[in-house]
């Protein structure tokens, strides 16, 4: 693993929201001035390949990179807002349904966040 890919690893894992390219980038850039776009694109997506973080897209938002742990997600359909929700693991459930063993699933629940409920 090249030096950009182990920082850029342990920024998502100790960061508390969920990153763009372009956030990990502005932070990579204060201690490692000479680090450019293009590298921490090229670590994001082989960290990703090997299964070390994972990437989070939603509709009409750059895509953000988050930690390998077991959480699922509220987006709020307004604003985009990103947040972390523990759920109930619903892996045996599927599995029951589909018949099938499955690697992992990926949960993004859509509301609208406190905010932009306020708002309305």
């Given amino acids: 693993m090249t030096k950009y890919a182990k920082l850029i690893l342990e920024l998502i894992n100790h960061s508390k929201g969920h990153m763009t390219a372009?956030?990990?980038?502005?932070e990579l850039k204060k201690t490692q001035p000479k680090v450019v776009q293009?590298?921490?694109?090229?670590?994001v997506n082989t960290?990703?390949?090997?299964?070390?973080i994972r990437r989070m897209s939603i509709?009409?938002?750059p895509d953000r990179y988050d930690?390998?742990?077991?959480h699922d997600h509220l987006v709020c359909k307004k604003?985009?807002?990103l947040s972390d929700i523990n759920l109930e693991d619903l892996t045996g459930s599927l599995e029951r349904q589909l018949g099938e063993g499955i690697i992992f699933y990926d949960l993004k629940?859509?509301?609208l966040c406190?905010?932009?409920r306020e708002k309305e």
Avoid: D, H
């Fill in 38 to 43: 293009a590298t921490v694109y090229n670590n």
């Fill in 67 to 70: 930690k390998i742990q077991k």
């Fill in 114 to 116: 406190p905010q932009c």
């Fill in 47 to 52: 960290l990703c390949q090997r299964g070390m």
């Fill in 109 to 111: 629940v859509f509301y």
């Fill in 22 to 26: 372009e956030q990990i980038f502005l």
């Fill in 59 to 61: 509709e009409g938002s």
């Fill in 79 to 81: 604003c985009g807002m």
